[in-house]
């Protein structure tokens, strides 16, 4: 069965740092655009970070352009997103994604790992 597992959210004053990584199970990792959501409470999903396969290119959202990082371990099928200098704003589930390479859309995604800025 083909996962997304998230981690790394938590708890965090404004101005702090996280880590959330996503590891990918079966062989939905490889040769897969991967990319980090979010869904603030009452707000549609929106897209944060995206990755070629290649790890090559990297598209941000501009409200976090900057401060977020998207990085990927195709060794160890893992996709990881750095936050660093967080708002109050940037409270929100993170969800990990996986694209369908004929539509370039996600097809899977993982249960979210939710993040809280405190100020």
């Known amino acids: 069965q083909v996962q997304l597992v998230e981690s790394g959210g938590g708890l965090v004053q404004v101005g702090g740092s996280l880590r959330l990584s996503c590891v990918a199970s079966?062989?939905?990792?490889?040769?897969?655009?991967m990319a980090w959501y979010r869904q603030a409470l009452g707000k549609q999903r929106e897209l944060v970070a995206s990755?070629?396969?290649?790890?090559?290119?990297?598209d941000y959202a501009d409200s976090v352009k900057g401060r977020f990082t998207i990085s990927r371990d195709n060794a160890k099928n893992t996709v990881y997103l750095q936050l660093n200098s967080l708002k109050p704003e940037d409270t929100a589930v993170y969800y990990c994604?996986?694209?369908?390479?004929?539509?370039?859309?996600?097809?899977?995604w993982g249960q979210g790992t939710q993040v809280t800025v405190s100020s």
């Open positions: 990755m070629n396969s290649g790890g090559t290119r990297s």
């Open positions: 994604a996986a694209y369908n390479i004929f539509i370039n859309r996600p097809d899977t």
């Open positions: 079966g062989s939905i990792f490889t040769g897969r655009t």
